[in-house]
């Protein structure tokens, strides 16, 4: 099979979230079963697919154990099977599957799956994003929304918007659901890659919320925090929240 690398990213992740429907579906697991047996399994799939496909590549799995030999490779491959296990477990829609692609670490290609919306949005395909509204929105955690973002929020005088994945954050801009994601309570590269690169593709901003690159396949993965919004909202943000650093 010979694909394009934007659509192997988007087979893979349309194709590894229709196994996690199928995996719910089977009634065979609940609760924390559940996202387990989902997460490996997923993850079996996007390895062994990826590996088949672009052997000489690197990948970096949050399901898979890290190999130190990513790091020499300009192309490395980040998935996260399942972005937001809980939502997933819950037959909730805002859950994602990650998969991209940096470059000498930048976030150049990326698809991310809305299983539960039957969507596929990719960073090669950029779509219109519906204008703003007047007041903005900015989705944060469900359960544990950061003081940087809930502060820059009341600034600015905008709507919080609770959500689950990092993924369907992102992705809630892009199809017009929210204006601002602003994260600052610590993720890890599978969950910001694959999603940075499909906004960047539409055309909104990415970055670190002090405003520098985000910066892929390091040797430490913990990336404490994240901005995604349309460009003409990035300058109020990156301003409002230097009063909470």
């Given at each position: 099979m010979s694909m394009t690398d934007g659509d192997l990213a988007a087979h893979l992740a349309d194709q590894a979230g229709k196994i996690l429907l199928q995996v719910r579906a089977s009634g065979m697991f609940e609760g924390k079963s559940l996202g387990k047996a989902g997460d490996q399994t997923a993850n079996q799939f996007l390895v062994h697919a990826l590996r088949q496909q672009r052997p000489e590549d690197g990948l970096l799995s949050e399901e898979e154990k890290d190999n130190a030999e990513r790091l020499a490779k300009e192309r490395?491959?980040?998935?996260?099977?399942?972005?937001?296990?809980?939502?997933?477990?819950?037959e909730r829609t805002d859950w994602a599957v990650h998969v991209g692609m940096a470059v000498n670490g930048v976030p150049v290609l990326g698809a991310v799956a809305l299983p539960g919306l039957d969507a596929v949005l990719r960073s090669d395909e950029p779509g219109q994003i519906p204008a703003a509204p007047e007041k903005l929105r900015m989705v944060v955690s469900r359960t544990r929304p950061a003081k940087e973002a809930t502060g820059v929020c009341e600034a600015i005088g905008g709507e919080l918007v609770p959500m689950g994945s990092a993924g369907a954050k992102a992705m809630a801009i892009l199809r017009g659901e929210a204006d601002i994601y602003l994260h600052s309570g610590g993720q890890y590269e599978w969950d910001?890659?694959?999603?940075?690169?499909?906004?960047l593709g539409w055309g909104l901003h990415a970055s670190r919320i002090d405003g520098s690159p985000l910066v892929y396949?390091?040797?430490d993965v913990y990336m404490p925090d994240l901005l995604i919004c349309r460009k003409e909202h990035a300058d109020l943000v990156l301003d409002k929240v230097k009063a909470f650093l």
């Open positions: 490395v491959w980040i998935v996260d099977p399942v972005d937001g296990t809980r939502e997933y477990g819950e910001s890659m694959a999603p940075a690169a499909v906004a396949n390091q040797q």
